[in-house]
């Protein structure tokens, strides 16, 4: 779950959780209101019944008229009134009740009701040899319904401004967080991995804690980049070492069979045989100095729009003598039309050479090599299929390698130039499963694309 999603979920849990809070509380507040204004006029109808008790046992009954009056001072209070024990009303504070009977429906001994907006009390009146009396008093509800709503009012605008605080410090929080981490991850995915770190730009609301984390992310990147650059001084050292090693013990070789066919040729025996000698084993030095200078100087040239087909016919027709005198033919196939790409010429010409004469290498006489070619929306390739017994998996993962090989007289430098230039161009180079033999593929991008022909067309 991302970050915003949670500032979103824990929003909406904040809301709900106010919301409750404010319902909880305006339900507390209710209930207290109700159970006060319940007992205040549980306490006024028992005092009144009280006060009512000596004046109804001595039948003095005009005694109660001032004792009901007296509850018109208390707050909200509607009516009260007293019945003997007939069911008759004996002292109202309504005018024109007195006198009246009332029905036994109308008679409940339930100490509290409720009557439209009117909450009814009653208490019995205890007179010794005589039936109960009924005191009766009426509250009016309107008063606390209307404090009930101004308490509903206040505790919505109150829940309200906490949700709204908690709103504006999320968005704050979004402002300050979301949007500098947004930028972070934007310039951190932009980074090349090539060149140098830019700084990281945050948005000027960018909390101090984002600063610093992106502070952290800038050193750690710079320091990334100084490792990178030493990996990269140190591995050019260990290639030039390795080179250098290489070169020293290919080099010395050759030259000490220079050296003893000159002492042996100095003493004029079989002159001749000597001199072929030398002339054999200059030559392989020479190869083998052009092998590395070729390797060295991948890239050297810019490219040119070129066709892969043409560089493979070519290609192809240099290394026909060869394959002739290894008794090994050479088939071009694959798609027809075009292979447009974009390359130094010269340099895919001897990757493709290379190619050609490892598999010649690799056939047994009589044996064909396969030159096909085939392309994509993006990209153009040659696969060379030689007829030998194939490389195992050993073999096959450090082919590419520079000076590996299983030659007697090999340099190590044949595959290995032909992945340099597919890779200086884009590309690569890499080995295919599915045929007999040994299949090798060159991959390189096409130019242009036919992605790009068809939204030329249709612009």
């Known amino acids: 779950m991302s970050l915003r999603s949670k500032f979103a979920l824990f929003a909406i849990v904040l809301s709900v959780l106010v919301a409750a809070q404010g319902a909880v509380s305006f339900e507390r507040e209710r209930r207290a209101l109700v159970q006060g204004v319940e007992e205040r006029a549980l306490v006024l109808v028992r005092t009144l019944a009280d006060a009512a008790r000596e004046p109804i046992a001595s039948s003095r009954y005009y005694l109660l008229d001032a004792q009901v009056r007296s509850i018109l001072t208390e707050r909200d209070a509607a009516y009260a009134r007293i019945l003997d024990d007939r069911g008759r009303i004996v002292a109202d504070t309504r005018p024109g009740f007195v006198g009246w009977s009332v029905s036994g429906s109308d008679r409940s001994s339930t100490p509290l009701s409720t009557d439209g907006d009117t909450l009814l009390a009653r208490a019995s009146i205890v007179v010794p040899g005589r039936a109960d009396c009924l005191a009766e008093l009426a509250l009016r509800l309107g008063p606390l319904r209307e404090r009930l709503a101004r308490s509903r009012v206040v505790l ?11 709103i504006a410090f999320l968005a704050l929080l979004s402002f300050q967080v979301l949007g500098p981490v947004r930028a972070l991850t934007r310039t951190l995915i932009a980074a090349s991995p090539d060149g140098a770190p830019a700084p990281i730009r945050l948005p000027g609301a960018s909390g101090p804690e984002i600063r610093s984390i992106a502070r952290a992310v800038d050193e750690l990147r710079v320091r990334i980049a100084e ?3 030493e990996l990269v001084a140190e591995e050019r050292l260990a290639t030039i070492g390795k080179m250098a090693a290489e070169v020293a013990h290919e080099v010395r070789n050759p030259l000490e069979a220079i050296s003893g066919a000159a002492e042996l040729l100095s003493r004029g025996d079989e002159r001749d045989e000597y001199i072929e000698v030398i002339r054999q084993e200059v030559r392989s030095l020479d190869a083998y100095l052009s092998g590395i200078l070729e390797f060295a100087r991948v890239g050297a040239q810019g490219p040119e729009a070129s ?22 033919r050479l088939r071009i196939g694959g798609r027809g039309g075009p292979l447009p790409c974009s390359v130094d010429r010269s340099a895919v010409k001897r990757a493709i050479f290379n190619l050609v004469a490892n598999a010649v290498e690799a056939g047994p006489s009589g044996s064909e090599v396969r030159l096909e070619t085939d392309a994509d929306d993006s990209t153009v390739r040659l696969r060379v299929i030689d007829g030998g017994p194939g490389l195992d998996a050993a073999v096959r993962e450090r082919a590419f390698e520079p000076y590996f090989t299983t030659k007697r007289k090999g340099t190590g430098l044949g595959l290995a130039l032909v992945r340099r230039i597919a890779e200086s161009h884009g590309g690569r180079a890499y080995f295919e499963d599915g045929s007999p033999g040994t299949t090798v593929v060159l991959e390189l991008p096409k130019y242009p694309t036919e992605a790009a022909d068809r939204q030329r067309e249709g612009a």
């Not at 066709?307 to 090994?328: F, G, Q």
Request: proline share 3%; net charge negative; aromatic share 6%.
């Open 307 to 328: 066709d892969l087909s043409d560089l493979v016919d070519e290609t192809a027709a240099l290394a026909r003598p060869m394959a002739k005198e290894a008794r090994i």
């Open 227 to 229: 490792y990178q650059a």
């Open 156 to 166: 919505l605008r109150f829940a309200l401004a906490e949700l709204g605080a908690c």
